[in-house]
């Protein structure tokens, strides 16, 4: 991608530039070792952390306690920079070794190769939990339900193991197993075999559905890659195409993305207003506003729950904020923060957070999230019953989306009663 290879030469140039401050013997050895991985990435967190006190660290320090000892090993750099970043208590500026990294820059260009499950840690007791597995995928083939808890994988145990270790533990080259001891609803572990595979990730699902007398367009949103906004454009022109009266976009259990798909996909939606707001480490803003190139102006609703986070709160924070669409569902993830990709020399990367974002309204929903218009909850059972069934979603049998169709309703009825003006006449 264009904006991959601009963020390389320059993270390169940084590199080089604090290398080629050192002797020539020094810099030739340092250019040699594993070292220059560490100094490039100390440079652009030098450079572009969003906190310029770097959390009460002193960063000048951290170099040299990186750069001091003599390395035996690529993956004793590596855990002594994932140890220095741990300093700044940001979980959302990480280090990824090169095949870590791969597989992010797959995800995010919406490739996939593996099993086809989203993963995170039950917050209770720290245990790796499937969220969701993903249509067409090997883990849904075979089974696998959302809320599983996932104990061992190829016999390595998981307690403690980080989402991304486990995601490295899991990927693979298609048709090779892997065997994951599972657990369910507080039943006995069992093993469960998956097969590898290359897995096409369409991250928008659309429909239509019909409610009483109207056509509704519904569209999944899954997360934001490479391809979302391409995507959401063919769906909302394919369901304009078939005479709907109105949308339901799910974006529940979206965690998130790439900023500039958000984006593009606000302005399908809104005509004028603002939609983020974003403030780097020197105070400077920057707004964005749609740029009056909106695809629809029919009726809008809003699914969101806890997992929605990132890119997904900054599209239904401008549609609500702006008054665009109904919220509905659960207080979502609270993440406002933005983090720039940046390739390293040796293959791996680091997702740095640069900025802040606010919503069109001024809002911090940091650690908060976006509370809903209408709160429609859901048991836990619930809702892992529902994401464990895809064709449920969107439908009768989905709370959530029930109460959206209501919401559409109350303004089908708004639309249809004649004006004040009209009635005074």
């Not at 969701?132 to 696998?144: D, R, T």
């Amino acid at each position: 991608m264009p904006s991959s290879r601009k963020a390389l030469l320059l993270t390169s140039s940084l590199a080089f530039v604090s290398i080629a401050a050192l002797a020539p013997i020094a810099r030739a050895a340092l250019q040699d070792s594993p070292k220059a991985t560490l100094d490039q990435a100390w440079q652009i967190i030098n450079r572009e952390y969003v906190d310029p006190d770097f959390n009460q660290v002193d960063w000048e320090q951290v170099r040299q306690t990186l750069l001091s000892p003599n390395y035996s090993s690529q993956e004793e750099a590596y855990a002594a920079l994932r140890e220095a970043l741990q300093q700044l208590n940001d979980p959302y500026t990480r280090f990824m070794s090169p095949t870590e990294f791969q597989a992010f820059q797959n995800q995010t260009r919406g490739e996939l190769v593996g099993v086809g499950m989203r993963l995170a840690l039950d917050g209770d007791t720290e245990t790796l939990m499937v969220v969701q597995p993903i249509e067409n995928s090997p883990a849904l083939e075979a089974g696998v339900q959302a809320g599983d808890l996932i104990l061992q994988i190829d016999g390595t145990p998981t307690q403690g193991m980080t989402v991304e270790a486990a995601a490295d533990l899991i990927r693979g080259e298609a048709g090779t197993p892997v065997q994951m001891l599972l657990q369910r609803n507080d039943t006995a572990p069992f093993v469960m075999t998956l097969t590898r595979a290359k897995i096409d990730v369409p991250v928008v699902h659309s429909a239509v559905r019909r409610e009483g007398g109207h056509s509704v367009g519904y569209i999944r949103l899954s997360q934001f890659n490479a391809h979302s906004a391409e995507q959401m454009q063919r769906a909302i022109t394919s369901l304009q195409s078939q005479q709907v009266d109105g949308f339901v976009l799910d974006l529940r259990n979206n965690p998130g993305g790439r900023l500039d798909q958000a984006v593009a996909i606000a302005r399908m939606w809104i005509s004028e207003g603002d939609i983020v707001r974003t403030v780097d480490r020197n105070g400077s803003a920057r707004q964005i506003a749609a740029d009056g190139t909106a695809l629809t102006e029919l009726p809008l609703t809003v699914l969101v729950n806890g997992n929605s986070a990132s890119a997904s709160e900054i599209l239904a924070g401008a549609l609500q904020d702006d008054h665009r669409a109904t919220v509905v569902g659960t207080q979502t993830f609270g993440k406002a923060l933005v983090q720039s990709v940046n390739p390293l020399g040796d293959g791996s990367g680091l997702n740095v957070t640069i900025a802040r974002y606010f919503t069109p309204s001024g809002l911090d929903i940091n650690h908060l999230g976006i509370a809903p218009d209408i709160v429609v909850d859901a048991s836990e059972d619930e809702q892992k019953e529902l994401w464990s069934h895809p064709e449920r979603l969107g439908t009768g049998e989905d709370v959530q989306y029930s109460q959206a169709i209501e919401q559409l309703q109350s303004q089908w009825g708004n639309q249809n009663q004649p004006s004040t003006a009209q009635v005074s006449r």
